[in-house]
């Protein structure tokens, strides 16, 4: 395990929900039965037979549900078995990405990823990543209510202190 992993598993680990196209990075011995990352159980895995399938609502009911993040995992870009699929929903992300910037949802809670069936190091370095960059942004603004700030952003007297 990497430092880095225990780091994150010691403070509060953001729940994330990845969409990860079957034809691109192999996961099988990155996750347990449930589908959890080992690296990082606070992410769930869910197989999908190619990127451009996902409808970008199910990326947004991840969100109001309570994942903290979500992103899809798609095929090089270039390299899709099925011609465009990664492109489609590189496009469907960035709009909306912006449909919920205007509802204050940080564009860092929703990302594309594109990895081939070989790099399971980079997309473990962009999960890694992706879950630095929300527990700076703070849990549970994913569904436009309040966040919660990270622990050290907290006033003493909202800790309970004087």
């Known amino acids: 395990m990497s430092t880095q992993a225990a780091t994150v598993r010691g403070g509060a680990a953001p729940k994330i929900v990845g969409f990860v196209c079957d034809w691109a990075v192999a996961t099988a011995d990155?996750?347990?039965g449930a589908g959890r990352l080992l690296a990082?159980?606070?992410?769930?895995?869910?197989?999908?037979?190619?990127?451009?399938f996902i409808r970008p609502g199910w990326l947004e009911d991840a969100l109001k549900a309570g994942a903290d993040g979500v992103f899809v995992v798609g095929c090089p870009y270039g390299d899709c078995l099925n011609r465009e699929g990664n492109y489609l929903m590189r496009e469907r992300i960035d709009q909306l990405q912006r449909r919920l910037a205007r509802r204050k949802v940080p564009a860092e809670r929703l990302?594309?990823?594109?990895?081939g069936l070989h790099d399971r190091e980079a997309f473990l370095a962009d999960v890694a990543a992706?879950?630095?960059?929300?527990?700076?942004?703070?849990?549970?603004?994913?569904?436009g209510g309040p966040a919660r700030r990270p622990a050290a952003a907290r006033a003493p007297a909202e800790e309970g202190g004087a």
Request: glycine share 8%; with cysteine.
């Open 40 to 52: 990082y159980p606070s992410v769930v895995l869910i197989r999908i037979p190619c990127s451009g």
């Open 30 to 32: 990155l996750v347990d």
């Open 111 to 115: 990302q594309m990823l594109a990895h």
């Open 130 to 143: 992706m879950v630095e960059r929300l527990q700076a942004l703070g849990a549970g603004a994913a569904a």
